[in-house]
């Protein structure tokens, strides 16, 4: 298990999550009620871009800490929901703890 992997998921799913949060509650109103179009392509622009670092980010801490589907899945969801960053930090905050207590045993070779 590689506890780097997960600290920089966490990290990624963060920034991610706040650019969603900017794009739904800035972009969208300054599109919609101030007709300012350009907002939403920037702004959604910058989001798909962290979208994508953050899906190759959930790849990589897959493979390397071989996660089940529904860890994944459960990420997957959360990533598209306005404020599913908080869920996700719980849910990383709890496998980092899993991987502490395996190292606390000696069960872990490289957390």
Do not use: C, Q
């Amino acid at each position: 298990m590689d506890k780097k992997s997960m600290d920089r998921l966490a990290k990624v799913s963060l920034i991610e999550g706040i650019s969603l949060i900017v794009l739904v509650f800035v972009g969208m109103p300054l599109k919609y009620f101030m007709g300012y179009e350009t907002a939403t392509k920037i702004l959604g622009s910058i989001h798909g871009v962290l979208w994508l670092a953050f899906l190759y980010v959930l790849y990589d801490a897959r493979k390397k800490n071989s996660l089940d589907n529904s860890f994944t899945a459960k990420m997957l969801v959360f990533s598209v929901i306005p404020f599913g960053l908080i869920p996700m930090e719980k849910m990383i905050k709890e496998f980092n703890g899993k991987i502490e207590e395996k190292a606390k045993k000696g069960e872990l070779v490289n957390a």
